[in-house]
């Protein structure tokens, strides 16, 4: 079975500070997304990466694929309260199926 | 708008009801899923429908009943409802594995 871990899973800072969330497994996945999602809300893709070592840019988010498509990490520069919520990560697996790491609730503070 | 929605956003319903959850897509989208957020957030994968036809269906009680009478509706329907069933369930919808639509989510209470 393919897992997602995902760390850390609770995050508080001041808004201003930098963070980097972590996405991690054992197994190759063949793209891996992030989402956000927002209390009452569903999850909105925020980004794909497919190939190892690929790094994209969202503003003032950075996400990164691993070398090996394992792992991926997404920073956020500068971030503001507007940036508050849950960052899950989901990795396409081998039979096709999306996989959801456990989550990463964040929480900027004015 | 061109989106997911589903309905109803709330249910709260007794043991042992039946109850459904309805989905539309108006993305043209080809494939069609519903998933499960428990109360810690988890979100797991319980079916997923390719131009109507099933080709996921997780480790999930045959309680639960995904029926898809065209590529753009998937509704879900759950016997003999249970409290370990309370989660929110969103029904989602992509095009390829690049990325996946999630509607607003049901909240399943059951008392």
């Known amino acids: 079975t393919q897992l997602l871990e995902q760390s850390p899973q609770f995050l508080s800072i001041q808004e201003g500070e930098n963070l980097t969330v972590y996405c991690n497994s054992s197994?190759?996945?063949?793209?891996l997304q992030w989402y956000r999602q927002e209390p009452g809300e569903g999850p909105v893709l925020l980004v794909t990466v497919v190939t190892g070592g690929e790094v994209k840019k969202l503003k003032r988010l950075t996400f990164q694929f691993g070398d090996a498509r394992k792992d991926s990490s997404l920073h956020i520069t500068a971030a503001q309260p507007g940036d508050t919520g849950l960052y899950l990560c989901?990795?396409?697996?081998?039979?096709?199926?999306?996989?959801f790491g456990q989550g990463t609730t964040l929480q900027v503070k004015p | 708008d061109t989106a997911v929605s589903q309905t109803p956003k709330y249910l709260v319903t007794q043991m042992g009801n039946d109850k459904s959850i309805k989905c539309e897509q108006n993305?043209?989208?080809?494939?069609m899923y519903w998933y499960k957020q428990d109360s810690k957030k988890f979100l797991k994968i319980m079916f997923s429908y390719n131009n109507k036809e099933l080709i996921i269906n997780e480790t999930v009680p045959n309680r639960f009943s995904p029926k898809s009478p065209d590529k753009a509706h998937l509704n879900l329907h759950i016997n003999s409802l249970e409290l370990g069933d309370s989660a929110v369930y969103f029904c989602?919808?992509?095009?390829?594995?690049?990325?996946?639509?999630f509607g607003p989510g049901t909240r399943l209470t059951v008392t």
């Open positions: 989901a990795g396409v697996s081998n039979t096709g199926k999306l996989i």
């Open positions: 993305l043209g989208h080809d494939t």
């Open positions: 989602a919808s992509s095009q390829d594995v690049t990325g996946v639509n």
């Open positions: 197994s190759v996945f063949s793209s």
